[in-house]
């Protein structure tokens, strides 16, 4: 950390900040494409005479962006891909590279979201019903090319406590055309006898095959895999997370106690302490798949193609560390061209 003041931001960086934050931008694909938009009209504004002030700058609107929110790994995924191709001796040298990779981040997402979707699409027959949890773009992508293949897919679609993103999943799903019944969180296990597939997305997915996804996502792992109802999760290779190779665990994110009881229930109930986790941590043993845009696999076997992905560390180029470039490694989807298919 550096102790001199922070640079100015641009404001498209304050405003993605402040919208990821408050949960207006969210979920883990989405937040990681609003980031690299707004490095790139960071670059595209910085009023700076020399390459290290470009760098110094660059680096502040990563960090601000960093700070946001904990746990979804695509998010410094994102910054890495972006910042870690900053490279050149000039302003407009650095300017060009940071916006031109801002714009090939934003299309890789797009391509492995579709690819994946077909992915995913395979393991679901006509006429199955699903079950949702959260909302998840990379999940919803797997049932919008089911559909587009033609197979008629139905959806129980948990609401999702505290802040309901099932809402958000039920709305796309009738753009889809899918019959939806929507439930509360409790009636998961009442309604999975009725379920053929649970199809969950990610906001990481650790070295050893666990996925840290919206909290419930474990109770519902755990209840289906008691019914016998085979559970994958969908998730782009920008939500492994690097960190997890070398031992880390993924912060899980406590958000405030304001979304789950309004301050005058609060007051009611007298002293107690309410904790409002917003993710959990699914072990591999509890899951089917992992389905990624470079194929699907069994949870426990993911650490073989992170490894391809970030070699043994991660960049964090955010970081103030003098230069004004990033160092060009340990980023999602360097070699994913290659990475290794399975099943
Ligand atoms: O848990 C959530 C969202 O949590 P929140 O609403 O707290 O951000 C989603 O399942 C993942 O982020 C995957 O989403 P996607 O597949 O769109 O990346």
Redesign the pocket.
């Known amino acids: 950390m550096t102790t001199t003041a922070e640079p100015d931001l641009h404001e498209s960086v304050e405003e993605t900040a402040d919208a990821i934050a408050t949960?207006e931008t969210?979920?883990?694909?989405?937040?990681?494409a609003a980031a690299a938009d707004a490095l790139a009209a960071q670059a595209r504004a910085v009023d700076a005479d020399d390459p290290e002030s470009f760098g110094r700058t660059m680096r502040a609107a990563g960090r601000r962006l960093y700070g946001t929110?904990p746990?979804?790994v695509?998010l410094p995924n994102s910054l890495r891909y972006v910042l870690g191709r900053m490279e050149g001796e000039t302003v407009p040298e650095l300017e060009s590279t940071v916006t031109t990779a801002a714009a090939d981040f934003a299309e890789r997402l797009d391509t492995a979201?579709e690819q994946l979707g077909e992915i995913g699409a395979n393991r679901l027959r006509d006429g199955d019903t699903i079950m949702t949890?959260?909302?998840?773009?990379?999940?919803?992508?797997c049932v919008r090319a089911a559909v587009e293949q033609g197979k008629e897919i139905s959806a129980i679609v948990k609401e999702?406590r505290p802040?309901r993103?099932g809402h958000i999943t039920a709305r796309e799903l009738r753009e889809m055309g899918v019959p939806v019944v929507l439930i509360v969180d409790s009636a998961a296990r009442r309604y999975l006898d009725e379920v053929d597939h649970v199809v969950?997305?990610?906001?990481a997915i650790a070295a050893d095959g666990s996925v840290?996804?919206?909290?419930g996502?474990s109770g519902l792992a755990v209840n289906a895999r008691e019914r016998g109802v085979p559970i994958m999760v969908?998730?782009?290779t920008i939500?492994f997370h690097p960190d997890t190779l070398t031992g880390h665990t993924v912060e899980i994110?406590m958000?405030e106690e304001a979304e789950v009881i309004s301050a005058d229930e609060r007051a009611e109930l007298g002293d107690l302490t309410v904790e409002n986790p917003?993710?959990d941590v699914t072990p591999p043993r509890y899951l089917d798949a992992i389905v990624t845009e470079s194929g699907q696999f069994p949870p426990e076997s993911v650490v073989t193609l992170m490894r391809e992905l970030f070699g043994e560390s991660a960049a964090r180029p955010w970081e103030e560390s003098g230069g004004s470039g990033g160092s060009r490694h340990g980023l999602a989807g360097d070699g994913s061209e290659g990475g290794a298919k399975s099943s």
């Not at 969210?26 to 990681?32: C, H, K, M, N, Q």
């Open positions: 949960m969210r979920g883990a694909a989405t937040i990681a929110r746990t979804a695509s979201q949890h959260c909302h998840s773009t990379d999940a919803l992508s999702t802040r993103q969950v997305g990610a906001d840290i996804n919206k909290i996502t969908a998730a782009q939500k994110e958000r917003a993710f």
